[in-house]
């Protein structure tokens, strides 16, 4: 990657004071949310096979993990590396047992799969595979994404390619194979995840490639809402800000100050852990959100309303 943020931009004028720095959380047992006695039932996802893409690490293993302590027992990992994915599905079942600590469930089934979402022949075999696993599925999130953080002028043209190929069509390939298991069954909820990038121009990096594929998910979701709104297919985008995960890792250790940059155009003070959406992606995937479709739901501490 080429260094970051030239600083010719116009200097940021919003200013918040960091309501805290974030410390990487483990998931262990101590901060590990148990299936809570007494909670909307609709939120439950007791019973319902869902799958998440790019997986094996950062927001998509933290989704996986939302899904395990909300009830999911049949889950399908899918990352680049089937090993990745293999290991990410392997330290899921072993964390069931904090999750479950009465026994693990008989019926948890938790597989990695390999596949590379910009290649629909790739996916189709993955779902081939979940197909055949579990027969059915409820609820499906395109989580791979890549990012690039080249100005418009340097951005190398194979880069730009690789990533439209993956953020862009490999939502779209992914959404398109849940449908096509979902609307036989009845329906299903399906998630694209976007960003905030979608709607407010990221500074002072420069990312227009990225912002770009993110506002093509954004409205993709939107269009596939309408499209299926009948099918009982449910299509919604998730906009997370600022997430401190490895992709967001791999920008910041070229430059010291962007983090607290970040954090002070960030009305929270904040980046974000991955578990702050949790909340939001059991939410879209379970029957909570039964009459949103199409929508955006966007957990970016603010960023987007000042
Ligand atoms: N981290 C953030 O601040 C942030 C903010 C907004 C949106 N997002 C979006 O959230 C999603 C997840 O981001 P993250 O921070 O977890 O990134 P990450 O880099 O930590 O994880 C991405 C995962 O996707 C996998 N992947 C990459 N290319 C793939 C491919 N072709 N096929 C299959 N898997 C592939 C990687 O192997 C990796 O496991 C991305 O779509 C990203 O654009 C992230």
Not at 92 to 99: F, K, M, R
Not at 109 to 121: F, K, L, P, Y
Not at 146 to 167: C, E, K, W
Not at 274 to 295: E, H, N, Q, R, W
Request: charged share 20%; aromatic share 6%; glycine share 8%.
């Amino acid at each position: 990657m080429p260094l970051l943020a030239t600083r010719s931009f116009p200097s940021i004028s919003r200013n918040f004071s960091p309501a805290r720095s974030l410390c990487a959380r483990r998931w262990n047992s101590s901060n590990l949310g148990r299936p809570a006695k007494m909670a909307l039932p609709s939120f439950s996802l007791q019973g319902k096979t869902c799958l998440v893409t790019g997986a094996a690490r950062g927001l998509g293993l933290e989704f996986c993990r939302a899904f395990l302590q909300s009830g999911c027992t049949s889950l399908a990992v899918l990352d680049l590396k089937e090993s990745e994915a293999q290991r990410a599905a392997d330290e899921l079942i072993s964390e069931a047992s904090s999750v479950y600590p009465e026994g693990t469930p008989k019926d948890l089934n938790i597989i990695g799969v390999g596949c590379d979402v910009a290649s629909e022949e790739s996916l189709k075999r993955a779902f081939g595979t979940v197909n055949s696993t579990f027969g059915r599925l409820d609820a499906a999130v395109a989580s791979a994404g890549v990012v690039g953080t080249y100005s418009a002028m340097d951005y190398p043209t194979d880069r730009l390619h690789q990533l439209f190929d993956i953020n862009v069509h490999g939502a779209f390939y992914t959404a398109r194979e849940a449908a096509r298991m979902m609307i036989p069954q009845g329906g299903g909820s399906i998630v694209l995840v976007a960003s905030m990038s979608a709607t407010i121009v990221n500074i002072p990096q420069p990312q227009t490639p990225y912002n770009a594929s993110k506002a093509a998910v954004k409205h993709m979701a939107s269009s596939l809402g309408v499209e299926w709104a009948k099918t009982g297919v449910r299509v919604n985008a998730l906009s997370p800000g600022y997430m401190l995960t490895k992709l967001t890792k791999g920008v910041l250790d070229l430059d010291d100050e962007l983090k607290q940059t970040w954090e002070r155009l960030t009305p929270m003070g904040r980046v974000g852990d991955p578990d702050d959406l949790s909340g939001a992606i059991v939410y879209l995937c379970s029957d909570a959100s039964k009459f949103m479709t199409g929508a955006e739901l966007r957990v970016d501490g603010g960023y987007c309303v000042v």
